[in-house]
Nanobody, 123 residues
């Protein structure tokens, strides 16, 4: 069974940090770009970050630049999203998704999706 599983979400105070993980099972991530998307209540899904299959290219939404860092460990078949200096507006369900090789901000271009991990930033 091919699936992506997110983990690492939770409740954190403003200014705090979390690291999300996206682990693949049933297939190898080596040939896939991984995107992180998020959806807050009442809002549309938005792209947060993406890393190419080689890891040589990374992209970030303007709202998270300088605060979030995406990385991958193909040996562990896992992609990470380090989130620092979290703000209440970062509260959302975070999803990872996979598509071949290169990044895209368009969710419809992704083949596989995880079920999401809740991130809540609140004091």
């Amino acid at each position: 069974q091919l699936q992506l599983v997110e983990s690492g979400g939770g409740l954190v105070q403003p200014g705090g940090s979390l690291r999300l993980s996206c682990a693949a099972s049933g297939f190898t991530l080596d040939y896939y770009a991984i995107g992180w998307f998020r959806q807050a209540p009442g809002k549309e899904r938005e792209g947060v970050s993406c890393i190419s299959s080689s890891g040589s290219s990374t992209k970030y939404a303007d709202s998270v630049k300088g605060r979030f860092t995406i990385s991958r460990d193909n040996a562990k078949n896992t992609v990470y999203l380090q989130m620092n200096t979290l703000k209440p507006e970062d509260t959302a369900i975070y999803y990872c998704a996979a598509r071949p090789r290169v990044c895209s901000w368009f969710g419809l271009e992704y083949y596989y999706w995880g079920r999401g991990s809740q991130v809540t930033v609140s004091s």
